[in-house]
């Protein structure tokens, strides 16, 4: 009888010995920060620029989903969708974009915790009068190395057009938007654009793993297999309406394989600078280099 | 003898299991806790540094000017009751003494409004010092009335705006009214 009290006492304390904490269930909280920024009910013309500056906290949890969708005459165009893990601070986050000729458009900002509860604010934002589109900056011929090309820098900073090495990079990580290798996919040595935050990049560029800030760059890859921009078209850009309207975040990713000779690349950049890149030359050798053609917003 | 040694055994586990078996938490963040007095409290001080996270009573506040940015006064004229307020707020013929506001000659004004958006107390307690949703409860659009944040009650909310660009937003936890009440709040800064 003892021997059946003491193996049911050593069950009992094994099974509720530690009691287990409820777990906060808090949902995020999602804010619209004060100043300069898009406002409800805003009037702004097609091409002009919208801004909505947000800060989240999680709950009590992390910070894990970031989700933008754009609901422009009734068409939802989901521009940001991007995993996170905030634990600390909160997200502070500016989405800068620029109006279509929609109507009407209501945009959702939505987070989400760790828990799967998420938060969500709305602006609705109507189309005013004329247009805002706006100058562009063009650089005829930019050359990038490949991962082993020692001839030519890797590093782009597309606003200005500069070029860096893995030695002059040093303290201007952050303003790089993109780079360029090759690898094999599909059965064939593809030239590639990217951009520092892409997964793989370290792979290419050990370096980039170390960089404290890591810019994302989108590039509309459904544009690029389909030759969705023609060269008449690019030669006539003299403001970014076509930079704009070229851009489909649906099929953007932060990795633009297949970027032969003669490709025209839409591409985002992490601060909301619409561009395209004309791809001038392409070697499919990773010792080989890029030649870029770029237009990009002011 | 083998009975005995089973139920050693037992009570053996059992004090394993309770003192050593369950995985600790991580500690709780400390809370910043304010407790304020009005005018003739002598219990408590009435004039908080936020830079400095630390109550002082007048007599010391008078000598660290520059480092006071909330106090708490009672005034039932014009439903202030129980409220807080800013060295340069401007709060006239409630403190006494050479030491008063009233003399000093560095008066920080901090800001004080309702939140900009609906936040429960569960809201509340799932922010963290830090976070930088806690600037954007603060409404800075409002020009006006406020520079107080008068009649506090348990679970009011309100946000303020230092001198120094310190943001927080506070929780009312206690309240008693009178010259010699006080309030206590915590705070949450960015």
């Not at chain 1, 082993?148 to 001839?151: G, P, T, V």
């Not at chain 1, 782009?156 to 070029?163: F, I, Q, R, S």
């Not at chain 2, 705006?161 to 310190?166: I, V, Y």
């Not at chain 2, 927080?168 to 929780?171: N, Q, R």
């Given at each position: 009888?003892?021997?059946?009290?003491?193996?049911?006492?050593?069950?009992?304390?094994?099974?509720?010995?530690?009691?287990?904490?409820?777990?906060?269930?808090?949902?995020?909280?999602?804010?619209?920060?004060?100043?300069e920024?898009t406002?409800?009910?805003?009037?702004?013309?097609?091409?002009?620029?919208?801004?909505?500056g947000?800060?989240?906290?999680?709950?009590?949890?992390?910070?894990?989903?970031?989700?933008?969708?754009?609901?422009?005459?009734?068409?939802?165009?989901?521009?940001i969708?991007?995993?996170?893990?905030?634990?600390?601070?909160?997200?502070?986050?500016d989405?800068?974009?620029?109006?279509?000729g929609?109507?009407?458009?209501?945009?959702?900002f939505?987070?989400?915790n760790?828990?799967?509860?998420?938060?969500?604010?709305?602006?609705?934002?109507?189309?005013?009068?004329?247009?805002?589109?706006?100058?562009?900056?063009?650089?005829?011929?930019?050359?990038?190395?490949?991962q082993?090309?020692?001839?030519f820098?890797?590093?782009?900073?597309?606003?200005?057009?500069?070029?860096?090495?893995?030695e002059?990079?040093?303290?201007?990580?952050?303003?790089?938007?993109?780079?360029?290798?090759?690898?094999?996919?599909?059965?064939?040595?593809?030239?590639?654009?990217?951009?520092?935050?892409?997964?793989?990049v370290?792979?290419?560029?050990?370096?980039?793993?170390?960089?404290?800030?890591r810019?994302?760059t989108?590039?509309?890859?459904?544009?690029?297999d389909?030759?969705?921009?023609?060269?008449?078209?690019?030669?006539?850009?003299?403001?970014?309406?076509?930079?704009?309207?070229?851009?489909?975040p649906?099929?953007?990713?932060?990795?633009?394989?297949?970027?032969?000779?003669?490709?025209?690349?839409?591409?985002?950049?992490?601060?909301?600078?619409?561009?395209?890149?004309?791809?001038?030359?392409?070697?499919?050798?990773?010792?080989?280099?890029?030649?870029?053609?770029?237009?990009?917003?002011? | 003898?083998?009975?005995?040694?089973?139920?050693?055994?037992?009570?053996?586990?059992?004090?394993?299991?309770?003192?050593?078996?369950?995985?600790?938490?991580?500690?709780?963040?400390?809370?910043?806790?304010?407790?304020?007095?009005?005018?003739?409290n002598?219990?408590?001080?009435?004039?908080?540094?936020?830079?400095?996270?630390?109550?002082?009573?007048?007599?010391?506040?008078?000598?660290?000017?520059?480092?006071?940015?909330?106090?708490?006064?009672?005034?039932?004229?014009?439903?202030?009751?129980?409220?807080?307020?800013?060295?340069?707020?401007?709060?006239?013929?409630?403190?006494?003494g050479?030491?008063?506001?009233?003399n000093?000659?560095?008066?920080?004004?901090?800001?004080?409004?309702?939140?900009?958006?609906?936040?429960?107390?569960?809201d509340?307690?799932?922010?963290?010092?830090?976070?930088?949703?806690?600037?954007?409860?603060?409404?800075?659009?409002?020009?006006?009335?406020?520079?107080?944040?008068?009649?506090?009650?348990?679970?009011?909310?309100?946000?303020f705006?230092?001198?120094?660009?310190?943001f927080?937003?506070?929780?009312v936890?206690?309240?008693?009214?009178?010259?010699?009440?006080?309030?206590?709040?915590?705070?949450?800064?960015?």
């Open positions: 009888m003892n021997r059946i009290l003491a193996i049911f006492t050593i069950v009992i304390f094994i099974v509720t010995g530690c009691k287990k904490e409820e777990e906060s269930k808090t949902p995020p909280l999602i804010n619209f920060k004060l100043g920024y406002n409800d009910g805003d009037y702004i013309p097609a091409g002009g620029k919208l801004v909505f947000i800060a989240a906290s999680g709950g009590g949890s992390p910070i894990t989903n970031l989700r933008v969708q754009r609901i422009a005459d009734g068409v939802t165009i989901t521009e969708d991007r995993g996170l893990y905030i634990a600390e601070g909160g997200l502070d986050y989405v800068n974009a620029v109006k279509l929609a109507d009407q458009e209501i945009w959702h939505m987070v989400m760790a828990n799967r509860d998420s938060a969500i604010l709305t602006r609705t934002v109507y189309l005013g009068e004329g247009s805002a589109y706006g100058p562009i900056k063009h650089f005829e011929s930019l050359k990038i190395g490949m082993n090309n020692s001839e820098p890797h590093f782009l900073d597309v606003n200005t057009g500069d070029l860096y090495t893995n002059s990079v040093a303290g201007n990580e952050a303003i790089i938007d993109v780079l360029g290798f090759v690898y094999l996919t599909g059965g064939i040595m593809s030239p590639t654009l990217s951009c520092p935050q892409y997964t793989s370290p792979g290419h560029y050990p370096i980039v793993g170390g960089w404290s800030v810019n994302s989108l590039y509309d890859y459904n544009a690029v389909n030759d969705l921009v023609n060269h008449q078209d690019f030669d006539n850009a003299t403001n970014d309406s076509l930079l704009v309207v070229s851009f489909n649906q099929s953007a990713s932060g990795n633009c394989k297949y970027c032969f000779t003669g490709k025209i690349v839409p591409f985002r950049t992490e601060d909301g600078k619409y561009g395209m890149i004309r791809v001038i030359h392409a070697d499919q050798v990773p010792e080989g280099y890029m030649e870029l053609e770029v237009k990009v917003q002011e | 003898m083998k009975t005995k040694f089973l139920s050693l055994a037992a009570i053996a586990l059992f004090f394993s299991v309770s003192f050593a078996g369950c995985k600790k938490d991580d500690p709780e963040p400390t809370k910043n806790i304010a407790k304020l007095g009005a005018q003739i002598t219990s408590f001080g009435g004039f908080l540094s936020v830079s400095e996270k630390k109550v002082y009573t007048q007599e010391q506040a008078f000598l660290i000017q520059d480092q006071i940015d909330i106090l708490c006064f009672y005034e039932a004229e014009g439903g202030n009751n129980i409220a807080l307020a800013a060295p340069g707020t401007g709060i006239s013929d409630i403190f006494i050479d030491s008063s506001p009233e000093w000659t560095t008066k920080n004004q901090t800001y004080f409004t309702l939140p900009t958006a609906e936040i429960t107390v569960a509340f307690d799932a922010l963290k010092d830090g976070d930088a949703i806690i600037e954007t409860y603060f409404n800075a659009e409002q020009t006006s009335g406020n520079r107080k944040a008068k009649d506090m009650k348990v679970n009011d909310i309100w946000t705006k230092t001198a120094s660009s310190t927080g937003i506070l929780k936890t206690s309240v008693e009214q009178g010259e010699a009440g006080y309030v206590e709040f915590e705070y949450k800064l960015k």
